[in-house]
């Protein structure tokens, strides 16, 4: 623009100009601030509100209605706690008054928000204490919907928290071979059947393989082979193992394979009980069983007997079959109490030579006779009156 002034009757015409370069510059920085803060804000996959210094909503990007579903007359000048779970208020508001008291302070929360349709939602916040900064002067809450994540996470320590409490409840030994990393697992009970220290170093397989009895190490090796099968799943097998106090046990090994979509084994998961005991009543019992069978078999066979030899050769054949001698014999004692084989099997011409004919002892009564029993190096001695 042009003004005009006389001086001394001529005219002049003048115009001030100014630089308005940086200005501009400012200006255009702005709106490309404001476009870059909108893009942010309406396409974030996070929501963004601003609480004033009231500590109330002063501002919530589009993004955040998105996500919770509100609009902004359901939001702006509203308290935050009326969104915030019971269950969550109390520590929340405790968090951000330590935030409130450092200016820039930042710090991250996880919660559940309300939605709009009434839901409580897990949401993962990050505060900033904004409000020392002038123009702003606000608290700003970056945040992310984790409702799927948290409740998976929820799910997945309730599950790891139950598989605790089994294994401590069982009396197995449980353990979880990683093939990839090659890297195992054992629960409590594996450090306790086989004497482990559980505040050492994870034992490796080696370890465990050295725990086994020998004759039974190598077969389980060979039949773990079962892994490179893609048809098969699971193995069983009882083994023999250490313990603690240096005797073997007895044990019923159960085992697993997990595999990947081409069939290739990932991991193992095993178990041992030890059923030392078990197999110990079984023996008891099987014995037990032979023991009448023998009784049975020995009042069958005293029954079908023409002659008192007889009776002897049955009751000899029955111990044998019972108790599992190699040398056993009959002895009778007349009343003088002089030795008379009556019945014997594995005993030497020479030790029967040496031994008929002795008297080893004073006979107490002439209504008692002796039968003495011979096996390996022990004397078993059985006394029968008869009258």
Not at 111 to 119: I, L
Not at 259 to 264: A, F, Q, S, Y
Request: hydrophobic fraction near 40%.
């Amino acid at each position: 623009m042009l003004t005009s002034i006389s001086i001394k009757g001529e005219q002049y015409y003048y115009s001030v100009v100014r630089d308005l370069s940086e200005r501009k510059m400012t200006e255009q920085k702005l709106r490309e601030s404001e476009t870059l803060f909108r893009e942010i804000t309406e396409n974030s996959p996070s929501g963004i509100v601003l609480l004033g210094s009231d500590h109330r909503f002063r501002f919530i990007s589009n993004s955040a209605k998105r996500i919770m579903g509100y609009r902004d007359e359901d939001i702006i000048g509203a308290d935050p706690a009326k969104f915030t779970h019971p269950d969550d208020l109390g520590s929340l508001i405790v968090t951000l008054e330590d935030m409130l008291q450092t200016p820039g302070k930042v710090v991250q929360y996880t919660y559940r928000f309300m939605h709009a349709n009434g839901s409580w939602r897990y949401v993962r916040s990050t505060f900033s204490n904004l409000l020392h900064i002038e123009g702003v002067e606000a608290i700003s809450i970056n945040f992310e919907d984790i409702h799927e994540a948290k409740l998976a996470e929820i799910k997945l320590n309730e599950v790891n928290e139950r598989f605790h409490v089994l294994t401590k409840a069982t009396q197995d030994a449980i353990w979880d071979w990683d093939l990839l990393n090659n890297s195992i697992w054992w629960n409590e009970g594996h450090y306790h059947l086989f004497g482990f220290d559980p505040s050492a170093s994870v034992p490796s397989m080696e370890a465990f393989f050295k725990r086994l009895h020998p004759d039974d190490a190598a077969e389980i090796a060979s039949n773990l082979d079962f892994i490179n099968d893609p048809s098969k799943f699971n193995w069983s097998h009882e083994t023999r193992f250490l313990r603690k106090d240096g005797s073997y046990g007895v044990a019923f090994q159960r085992c697993f394979a997990t595999r990947d979509e081409n069939g290739k084994a990932t991991r193992l998961l095993g178990s041992f009980l030890d059923i030392t005991e078990l197999k110990q009543a079984e023996l008891r019992l099987q014995k037990k069983l032979q023991d009448i069978e023998a009784i049975a078999s020995l009042t069958e066979s005293v029954s079908h007997a023409n002659h008192l030899n007889d009776i002897y050769e049955v009751a000899m054949q029955t111990l044998i079959r019972t108790i599992g001698a190699d040398k056993i014999s009959i002895l009778l004692f007349d009343e003088a109490g002089y030795l008379d084989f009556v019945a014997s099997s594995g005993l030497s011409p020479e030790y029967k030579k040496h031994a008929a004919g002795h008297c080893p002892w004073k006979i107490p009564t002439r209504t008692l006779r002796r039968y003495l029993f011979r096996m390996h190096q022990k004397m078993i001695l059985l006394l029968h009156c008869c009258r």
